[in-house]
């Protein structure tokens, strides 16, 4: 394999399509449902930050998701322009879902320390990441 194809970043990029496949769905959608399961709420702006797409693209598909049932967007109780997306039921539901075909058939091949480990360097990728956009919008 080339060098440049065994890159954590490719390696990332395949493992990362392997899980989109396997859990199926949109990955946005799916990336979505995963942030409001993590953090129980966002404004529209921090999803947009989070995800670096659109404001127009986002938009379309949070209206497609609300019509499926999955997020709710409300006003701000503080301030009107911003609007508040959170999870219902069913997007509970389904966030539930990834992790339990995740964890027990895509990392099958991890002993428990290693998942760990992996869920660990992850979460520190993703939080250097938020502090590199909020540092540079």
Known sequence: MPPEEDSLH????????????????????????????ERGELTQRELQKLLGIQAGSLSELLTRMERFGVITREPDSRD???????????????????????????????????????????RKVEDAHIRWRRDNP
């Open 10 to 37: 490719a390696l990332f990029l395949r493992c990362a399509n392997i899980i989109s496949r396997r859990i199926g769905g949109n990955a946005s959608r799916r990336r979505i449902i995963a942030l409001l399961d």
């Open 80 to 122: 009107k322009r911003r609007l508040i997306i959170r999870l219902t039921q069913e997007g509970r539901r389904r966030a539930a879902e990834p992790c339990v075909i995740g964890d027990e058939r895509l990392f099958a091949a991890l002993t428990p320390a290693e998942r760990a480990q992996l869920a660990e360097m992850l």
